[in-house]
């Protein structure tokens, strides 16, 4: 029997390629997307396209409830993948913007793998992966909203991992840096809904700056590698005898998770503050 895998945020980018990369290699791929217009189309390119939003808890339960009908009870992976990114500076970041980005990077995520837990108990074994980030290693300016949710999430999977030792259950984490997808033009509606930038002390590096990233229509970053390099460590994390806790992905993840340990932090701070 093939292997099972629910993979959530599969509308585009880095959940896209995953799933697209092991349906190739015989995994049965349930592409969750966060809107049913992206399961309808993805249903369309041959998989089964459960419906999970994060931010909402009745399609969580629902969504996983689907997938466990059309495999008879098991599931052998779950790679949690779905995030956004609510740019800017922390002084201007409403309370509002903080529970909308937690209610999908973390608590949505925690949700989903607190109701497969069981199922990965039952049967026996399992696998747990969890796409954080370089910002879930160091922190970077102007990203602060999106950083605060990796770090949670690397705590709660850190202590996850911990507490599973005594299960057959693999709590691994992925920690891609920069990747082609998406997420900078997804993070503008965040941006333009939460923040204020003409009545920031501010205003004049939010118009030289955060915005000309955000709107101008460039090439890829330095050191961007396609979302096919997550692919190929999510296979290694799910396929890996004895996987590690953590899988780093481009450069700068390699760069910064070795700098954070051996580097003051006055010296990591100046270094990360000149981008």
């Not at 309370?95 to 049967?123: C, K």
């Not at 910002?135 to 770090?151: C, D, H, N, Q």
């Not at 290694?236 to 005898?241: G, H, R, T, V, W």
Request: hydrophobic share 40%.
């Amino acid at each position: 029997m093939r292997k099972s895998i629910l993979i959530t945020g599969c509308s585009s980018g880095i959940g896209h390629d995953a799933a697209f990369g092991l349906q190739r290699r015989g995994w049965r791929v349930f592409a969750s997307c966060r809107r049913e217009e992206d399961c309808e189309r993805l249903r369309a390119e041959g998989f089964e396209s459960p419906r999970i939003d994060y931010a909402d808890a009745e399609t969580i339960r629902s969504g996983l409830a689907r997938v466990l009908e059309a495999t008879g009870g098991t599931l052998d992976a779950l790679y949690n993948n779905g995030a956004f990114a609510s740019p800017g500076a922390v002084e201007d970041l409403p309370r509002g913007a903080l529970q909308a980005i937690f209610e999908t990077n973390v608590f949505g995520v925690h949700d989903l793998t607190q109701q497969v837990i069981p199922v990965m108990r039952a049967q026996g074994h399992g696998r747990i992966v969890n796409c954080s980030s370089v910002l879930g290693l160091v922190a970077v300016p102007w990203r602060g909203a999106y950083v605060a949710s990796k770090f949670a999430l690397e705590g709660l999977t850190d202590t996850l991992r911990l507490e599973m030792r005594d299960t057959p259950i693999k709590v691994i984490l992925l920690e891609p840096g920069p990747v082609t997808s998406r997420i900078r033009q997804n993070a503008i509606p965040h941006f333009e809904r939460w923040i204020d930038w003409e009545s920031s002390p501010r205003a004049a590096q939010y118009r030289s700056g955060l915005r000309k990233r955000l709107y101008a229509e460039r090439g890829p970053d330095r050191f961007e590698l396609p979302p096919s390099a997550v692919t190929e460590k999510l296979w290694q994390a799910l396929e890996d005898p004895s996987p590690r806790a953590r899988y780093f992905v481009t450069a700068p993840t390699h760069v910064f998770g070795t700098l954070r340990r051996i580097l003051p932090t006055a010296l990591l701070d100046w270094l990360l503050a000149k981008g």
